[in-house]
């Protein structure tokens, strides 16, 4: 899913893409300012991300939304177990399943982006988003509903509506997407869009993988 979205209170455009490969070229194309990924990039070698650390601190009751990031030395692993295996080896804590299956969308992202892309004055500009932390900070306190649910999609929803000026109701999802991905396209757009503007959270800043890439979550 990816979303397009301007100056506050324009319109936001959804779409879907089969591949990041796809929405990044097209980023380029359009010379697109700055464009969120909700998905890991940097990875951790062996501590914790201090960047998923704040965002869990920011998200209060919400922290379950985030999972623990990946460590670098699972990303080839074929299977959760070889992963687990891995992941204990070299950092002393397992990888939960829900971490493992993230890795395939990062090894995506990854094959795209250099460590050059995630730079402050690159253009487009990549970086790390996480829409739930987006809405804790839109909304200047974590959402206390799950979006999952009636009242928690209400929720959020109603801090969109203020920066998106078609979003008074949510769009019905097409095929292969659901209104959850819509609500957390359109946080991840509200971020890009301040990235754009250099008005946006950086959590976890200046912390780099070994491979170079930015770890930070931005919000």
Same mark, same amino acid.
Not at 86 to 115: D, Y
Not at 130 to 152: C, D, I, N, W, Y
Not at 182 to 211: C, F, H, K, N, Q
């Given at each position: 899913?990816?979303?397009?979205?301007?100056? /506050?209170? #324009? !319109?936001?455009?959804?779409?879907?893409? /089969?591949?990041?490969?796809?929405?990044?070229? $097209?980023?380029? @194309?359009?010379?697109?300012?700055?464009?969120?990924? &909700?998905?890991?990039?940097?990875?951790?070698?062996?501590?914790?991300?201090? @960047? &998923?650390?704040?965002?869990? $601190?920011?998200?209060?009751?919400? %922290?379950?939304?985030?999972?623990?990031?990946?460590?670098?030395?699972?990303?080839? =692993?074929?299977?959760?177990?070889?992963?687990?295996?891995?992941?204990?080896?070299?950092?002393?804590?397992?990888? @939960?399943?829900?971490?493992?299956?993230?890795?395939?969308?990062? %090894? +995506?992202?990854?094959?795209?982006?250099?460590?050059?892309?995630?730079?402050? %004055?690159? %253009?487009?500009?990549?970086?790390?988003?996480?829409?739930?932390?987006?809405?804790?900070?839109? =909304?200047?306190?974590?959402? +206390?509903? #799950?979006?999952?649910?009636?009242?928690?999609?209400?929720?959020?929803?109603?801090?969109?509506?203020?920066?998106?000026?078609?979003?008074?109701?949510? !769009?019905?999802?097409?095929?292969?997407?659901?209104?959850?991905?819509?609500?957390?396209?359109?946080?991840?757009?509200?971020? #890009?869009?301040?990235?754009?503007?250099?008005?946006?959270?950086?959590?976890? /800043? &200046? $912390?780099? &993988?070994?491979?170079?890439?930015?770890?930070?979550?931005?919000?």
């Amino acid at each position: 899913m990816a979303t397009t979205a301007t100056a /506050p209170g #324009s !319109p936001v455009v959804f779409s879907l893409w /089969p591949s990041f490969a796809d929405v990044w070229a $097209e980023a380029r @194309s359009q010379q697109v300012l700055a464009i969120g990924v &909700d998905m890991p990039i940097g990875l951790p070698a062996k501590d914790l991300r201090r @960047s &998923d650390t704040e965002a869990r $601190e920011l998200l209060g009751p919400r %922290r379950a939304s985030l999972f623990w990031t990946p460590p670098l030395c699972v990303l080839g =692993a074929a299977d959760h177990a070889e992963a687990n295996r891995r992941a204990r080896a070299h950092t002393g804590r397992g990888l @939960s399943v829900q971490a493992f299956h993230l890795l395939p969308k990062v %090894r +995506e992202v990854r094959a795209e982006l250099t460590p050059k892309d995630l730079a402050h %004055r690159a %253009r487009p500009q990549a970086a790390e988003v996480h829409p739930e932390t987006s809405f804790a900070v839109l =909304a200047g306190k974590p959402m +206390e509903r #799950s979006k999952r649910q009636l009242p928690g999609q209400a929720e959020r929803l109603a801090v969109l509506v203020p920066e998106f000026s078609n979003l008074a109701e949510v !769009p019905a999802p097409g095929p292969g997407a659901t209104i959850d991905d819509l609500l957390d396209a359109a946080a991840a757009a509200w971020t #890009s869009r301040r990235m754009a503007a250099g008005t946006a959270m950086i959590l976890g /800043p &200046d $912390e780099v &993988d070994a491979t170079g890439y930015q770890m930070a979550i931005w919000a």
